[in-house]
T-cell receptor, first 117, second 115 residues
């Protein structure tokens, strides 16, 4: 089955620690995204990548880093500089296509809940 | 300044009746709108979308209406079913090909459909 796999489902971070959230997709999508969701709020864009070896900051990139060495993978590192990391993190992908309806539709993973110890 | 607003945090309807979820936006550059459905501890799934060149798009029980002059869209679910109980997110996107997928999301509306 094609889809997006996020791991782990739950993650705990200690003070001053960096943690990495995994995101893998086998949909052959060019674009990948990381969103953060806080309770009762919508999704906010952290980073996105439209092609391998290239990525751009979203609206709330401070304290996060990403890499895109392979088309299938887009890991997110939550660094110690992120002072409020507790949230639900969602990875998504979309194809790059001239059809707007195809391009805009995001496919999401099942998320990682990050909590601070 | 929140550019996409869903002013009703929750909505409760009876099974078989119509559910109407509302969304307002402020950025006049938004020209493509999507609705996603989300169950607890899962990622959102795409439901329906509409381009600004249309004012209505229908897919089965789901219809989205767009009023550009009022910067307002709504999602109608008819008839509502208990399995529709979820959080519904409105999302908006602006312009160019390079911006595709960078949607701005509302805070969501929790729909409860009672049997």
């Amino acid at each position: 089955d094609g889809g997006i796999t996020q791991s782990p489902k739950y993650l705990f971070r200690k003070e001053g620690q960096n943690v990495t959230l995994s995101c893998e997709q086998n949909l052959n999508h060019d674009a990948m995204y990381w969103y953060r969701q806080d309770p009762g709020q919508g999704l906010r864009l952290i980073y996105y990548s439209q092609i391998v070896n290239d990525f751009q900051k979203g609206d709330i990139a401070e304290g996060y880093s990403v890499s895109r060495e392979k088309k299938e993978s887009f890991p997110l590192t939550v660094t110690s500089a992120q002072k409020n990391p507790t949230a639900f993190y969602l990875c998504a992908s979309s194809p790059r296509d001239r059809a707007r309806a195809t391009n805009e539709k995001l496919f999401f993973g099942s998320g990682t809940q990050l909590s601070v110890l | 300044d929140q550019q996409v607003k869903q002013n009703s945090p929750s909505l409760s309807v009876q099974e078989g009746r119509i559910s109407i979820l509302n969304c307002d936006y402020t950025n006049s550059m938004f020209d493509y709108f999507l609705w996603y459905k989300k169950y607890p501890a899962e990622g959102p799934t795409f439901l329906i979308s509409i381009s600004s060149i249309k004012d209505k798009n229908e897919d089965g029980r789901f219809t989205v209406f767009l009023n550009k002059s009022a910067k307002h869209l709504s999602l109608h679910i008819v008839p509502s079913q208990p399995g529709d109980s979820a959080v519904y997110f409105c999302a908006a996107s602006a312009g160019l090909y390079t911006n595709a997928g960078k949607s701005t999301f509302g805070d969501g509306t929790t729909l409860t459909v009672k049997p």
